[in-house]
């Protein structure tokens, strides 16, 4: 067990930068995701603490170690692949115990231990088995094997449940946290995923182009995004974009059209100033009463069975939005919704550089 | 439903494969048929009659000790190149796998040895192990080694070996290379984390994971060392010295074009036949097996 210190930690092929200056302490036996979207560097960054990569500048440590010019085989890591990498020429038993022969743990060692491993992951029956002749889900218990088996004091993942359908994703999802809570194991986690992020991770790191975006919890992600790009990638259906413009007195936003929504805090030090506003679906509401609100021309209505969701336009700017609203309804084209939200769950963004704007 | 497609019978289908057909039967059906019919027929000393003998050709092969120790001599030989240059190959593949800078200019360099027709390199190395003129010969004089290829017949057969063996190094090169980039990097990468070095991943992931290349190459290497080399071994030692490096192609000119014995010469060459096909039933039986990933 171990805790990963990142200082500074920048990857550049060449010219082209692709990760700038990372900072990151991870504390021993968390479990932390790095999420974003394709192409923003949480795999480079991944096998950068792997050692698969080179680190171009800045330093990394795993348990105190500065690790940045030491072999993978010598920081006492395993890593889980999305395609698994079992070796296709050796049965299930030599796949676990091929770490541990190099290290050259006695035999019996090495046959106690995958036992036990194979016993947690409930792969016993397979041990003989070659990888082609498992289905997707027992090669990922395989490749998490191998990887508990072999007892390292930090986990690497990327991306390991992409190639599963979605119900084995959520069943293996929940097995992954199992098991991480009950090994105590340091674990960084990457993926695409936001509803992976959101559920496995004790903090996530959100990567964009190579920048950090925010680090935090799943909830503070949630509530409190520091950036328009954090607000949109977290959450599902993602959140709603308006342009609008804060009023004179700071207590309102103005939206063009003339609609306007109040403010939960005095944004007076923004006066006059445009901002993108944003609201999760789920936080919009029908409301019948007098309070204060807007409309919502519907467009298309999507059922999900336990929600329903609801797009249309708003108020007379004509933006798109989306609204989930719970349970079935029965909603037509062309109806015309009373919304209102409570200002607290209203996000202010700059528009230009999409940071948050607080009062 | 498909439709049933039916043509007008015409000439034109026959008409494009008439020249694969006709090479096919003039140069491999007719004088394949031809070996078959003189391996049974004996030829007067003059070359006036012949007379019809089935199989006698054939059990008087059997039984004389030049040709088996020419059939001895042969499998030495073919397994010798095969393995000098497989391993050589593999060596060098298992190299180019690792450079990123500049690969594309080592890997065309490697291959250039291939389009090297078998008699220009049995030359080359000629030249360079000259007993009086060699580079070669001349180093290993002042190392204190005196070689001469023309006296001594295990010093021939070393030159004929690698001769034969440097020839092929490109083509298993490239092979061994293109199978070992078909391997997954993340295998690697996971056995490099497993704690595995560069040669342990070599022998423990690398060469099992590229043995249907191996199988492979194996075979198609005997086949070469086996038929294709005439060419150098007329180059390097006209099959001498003492018939030291006669290996089986060249007893079958060497008996038939020389020594005018068509009719033994013939079934040589039909026994040769049969190992070819039986060689290429090998390679299509199990070369298919694939280890898949």
Same mark, same amino acid.
């Given at each position: 067990?171990?805790?990963? =210190?990142?200082?500074?930690?920048?990857?550049?092929?060449?010219?082209?930068?692709?990760?700038?200056?990372? $900072?990151?302490?991870?504390?021993?036996?968390?479990?932390?995701?790095?999420?974003?979207?394709?192409?923003?560097?949480?795999?480079?960054?991944?096998?950068?603490?792997?050692?698969? *990569?080179? !680190?171009?500048?800045?330093?990394?440590?795993?348990?105190?170690?500065?690790?940045? $010019?030491?072999?993978?085989?010598?920081? $006492?890591?395993?890593?889980?692949?999305?395609?698994?990498?079992?070796?296709? =020429?050796?049965?299930?038993?030599?796949?676990?115990?091929?770490?541990?022969k190099i290290k050259g743990v006695p035999k019996d060692e090495i046959e106690r231990r995958v036992n036990r491993t194979a016993e947690i992951l409930e792969i016993g029956d397979y041990l003989k088995r070659s990888p082609r002749q498992l289905s997707g889900g027992q090669?990922?218990?395989?490749?998490?094997?191998?990887?508990?088996?072999?007892?390292?004091?930090?986990?690497?993942?990327?991306?390991?449940?992409?190639?599963?359908?979605?119900?084995?994703?959520?069943?293996?999802?929940?097995?992954?946290?199992?098991?991480? *809570?009950?090994?105590?194991?340091?674990?960084?986690?990457?993926? =695409? $995923?936001?509803?992976?992020?959101?559920?496995?991770?004790?903090?996530?790191?959100?990567?964009?182009?190579? =920048?950090?975006?925010?680090?935090?919890?799943? !909830?503070?992600?949630? *509530?409190?995004p520091a950036t328009a790009f954090v607000a949109g990638f977290i959450g599902s259906p993602s959140m709603n974009f308006l342009d609008a413009k804060i009023s004179e007195d700071g207590k309102?936003?103005?939206?063009?059209?003339?609609?306007?929504?109040?403010?939960?805090?005095?944004?007076?030090?923004?006066?006059?100033?445009?901002v993108n506003v944003g609201m999760r679906p789920e936080h919009l509401h029908v409301d019948d009463s007098n309070a204060e609100k807007t409309s919502h021309t519907v467009d298309v209505v999507e059922h999900l069975g336990a929600d329903t969701l609801v797009h249309g336009t708003f108020g007379n700017g004509g933006s798109d939005l989306t609204v989930r609203l719970s349970g079935i309804r029965t909603i037509g084209q062309g109806e015309v919704l009373p919304l209102s939200i409570d200002p607290k769950n209203m996000h202010l963004f700059d528009p230009d550089d999409g940071r948050r704007l607080e009062a | 439903?498909?439709?049933?497609?039916?043509?007008?019978?015409?000439?034109?289908?026959f008409l494009l494969v008439a020249p694969q057909?006709? +090479?096919?039967?003039?140069?491999?059906?007719?004088?394949?048929?031809?070996?078959?019919?003189?391996?049974?027929?004996?030829?007067?000393?003059?070359?006036?009659?012949?007379?019809?003998?089935?199989?006698?050709?054939?059990?008087?092969?059997?039984?004389?000790?030049?040709?088996?120790?020419?059939?001895?001599?042969?499998?030495?030989?073919?397994?010798?190149?095969?393995?000098?240059?497989?391993?050589?190959?593999?060596?060098?593949?298992?190299?180019?796998?690792?450079? +990123?800078?500049?690969?594309?200019?080592?890997?065309?360099?490697? +291959?250039?040895p291939y389009a090297v027709a078998p008699v220009v390199s049995g030359a080359l190395w000629v030249f360079m192990f000259d007993p009086t003129l060699g580079i070669f010969t001349y180093t290993l004089g002042v190392l204190g080694y005196e070689w001469n290829h023309k006296l001594n017949g295990g010093e021939a057969m070393f030159?004929?070996?690698?001769?034969?063996a440097w020839k092929q190094?490109?083509?298993?090169?490239?092979?061994?290379?293109?199978?070992?980039?078909?391997?997954?990097?993340s295998l690697i990468e996971a056995a490099a984390i497993d704690g595995a070095g560069p040669t342990r991943r070599f022998f423990s992931i690398i060469f099992p994971l590229i043995s249907p290349t191996t199988f492979f190459l194996m075979v198609i290497n005997v086949v070469f060392a086996f038929f294709e080399t005439f060419g150098i071994v007329h180059a390097v030692t006209q099959g001498g010295p003492a018939k030291a490096t006669e290996?089986?192609?060249?007893?079958?000119?060497?008996?038939?074009?020389?020594?005018?014995?068509?009719g033994g010469s013939a079934a040589q060459s039909v026994i040769l036949m049969l190992i070819v096909i039986s060689l290429t039933v090998i390679q299509f039986r199990y070369v298919e097996k694939k280890v898949d990933y």
């Amino acid at each position: 067990m171990a805790e990963i =210190h990142l200082n500074k930690v920048s990857k550049s092929y060449g010219d082209v930068a692709v990760l700038h200056d990372i $900072d990151w302490h991870i504390r021993d036996g968390e479990f932390v995701v790095i999420v974003g979207p394709s192409g923003c560097g949480k795999s480079t960054l991944l096998r950068m603490i792997a050692g698969l *990569e080179k !680190i171009t500048q800045g330093e990394a440590s795993i348990g105190n170690r500065v690790v940045n $010019d030491l072999e993978p085989a010598e920081r $006492d890591i395993a890593m889980v692949f999305q395609n698994y990498a079992l070796y296709p =020429h050796m049965s299930v038993y030599n796949n676990m115990a091929y770490g541990l022969k190099i290290k050259g743990v006695p035999k019996d060692e090495i046959e106690r231990r995958v036992n036990r491993t194979a016993e947690i992951l409930e792969i016993g029956d397979y041990l003989k088995r070659s990888p082609r002749q498992l289905s997707g889900g027992q090669r990922q218990r395989v490749a998490m094997g191998r990887a508990i088996v072999r007892e390292p004091s930090v986990f690497l993942f990327d991306e390991p449940l992409s190639n599963l359908d979605a119900k084995l994703r959520v069943q293996m999802r929940l097995e992954i946290k199992k098991l991480q *809570e009950r090994l105590g194991i340091t674990s960084v986690y990457v993926t =695409h $995923d936001q509803v992976e992020a959101m559920t496995l991770g004790h903090r996530l790191m959100v990567l964009n182009g190579g =920048h950090v975006e925010q680090l935090g919890t799943p !909830i503070e992600l949630y *509530e409190r995004p520091a950036t328009a790009f954090v607000a949109g990638f977290i959450g599902s259906p993602s959140m709603n974009f308006l342009d609008a413009k804060i009023s004179e007195d700071g207590k309102e936003v103005e939206f063009p059209g003339g609609n306007t929504l109040s403010l939960a805090q005095d944004f007076s030090k923004h006066a006059n100033r445009p901002v993108n506003v944003g609201m999760r679906p789920e936080h919009l509401h029908v409301d019948d009463s007098n309070a204060e609100k807007t409309s919502h021309t519907v467009d298309v209505v999507e059922h999900l069975g336990a929600d329903t969701l609801v797009h249309g336009t708003f108020g007379n700017g004509g933006s798109d939005l989306t609204v989930r609203l719970s349970g079935i309804r029965t909603i037509g084209q062309g109806e015309v919704l009373p919304l209102s939200i409570d200002p607290k769950n209203m996000h202010l963004f700059d528009p230009d550089d999409g940071r948050r704007l607080e009062a | 439903m498909l439709k049933r497609v039916h043509f007008e019978p015409s000439f034109l289908p026959f008409l494009l494969v008439a020249p694969q057909i006709i +090479i096919t039967v003039v140069f491999f059906i007719w004088p394949a048929s031809q070996a078959l019919y003189q391996s049974l027929l004996v030829e007067d000393a003059f070359g006036l009659s012949s007379e019809f003998v089935w199989f006698d050709n054939f059990i008087e092969l059997f039984g004389d000790e030049h040709y088996l120790g020419a059939f001895q001599r042969t499998i030495f030989f073919s397994f010798s190149v095969a393995f000098l240059s497989m391993a050589f190959a593999l060596t060098l593949a298992a190299m180019a796998d690792r450079v +990123i800078k500049g690969a594309t200019t080592y890997r065309t360099f490697l +291959i250039w040895p291939y389009a090297v027709a078998p008699v220009v390199s049995g030359a080359l190395w000629v030249f360079m192990f000259d007993p009086t003129l060699g580079i070669f010969t001349y180093t290993l004089g002042v190392l204190g080694y005196e070689w001469n290829h023309k006296l001594n017949g295990g010093e021939a057969m070393f030159l004929v070996i690698i001769a034969s063996a440097w020839k092929q190094v490109a083509y298993n090169f490239l092979f061994f290379l293109a199978a070992m980039q078909s391997i997954p990097k993340s295998l690697i990468e996971a056995a490099a984390i497993d704690g595995a070095g560069p040669t342990r991943r070599f022998f423990s992931i690398i060469f099992p994971l590229i043995s249907p290349t191996t199988f492979f190459l194996m075979v198609i290497n005997v086949v070469f060392a086996f038929f294709e080399t005439f060419g150098i071994v007329h180059a390097v030692t006209q099959g001498g010295p003492a018939k030291a490096t006669e290996i089986l192609v060249y007893k079958v000119f060497n008996d038939g074009f020389i020594g005018l014995d068509l009719g033994g010469s013939a079934a040589q060459s039909v026994i040769l036949m049969l190992i070819v096909i039986s060689l290429t039933v090998i390679q299509f039986r199990y070369v298919e097996k694939k280890v898949d990933y």
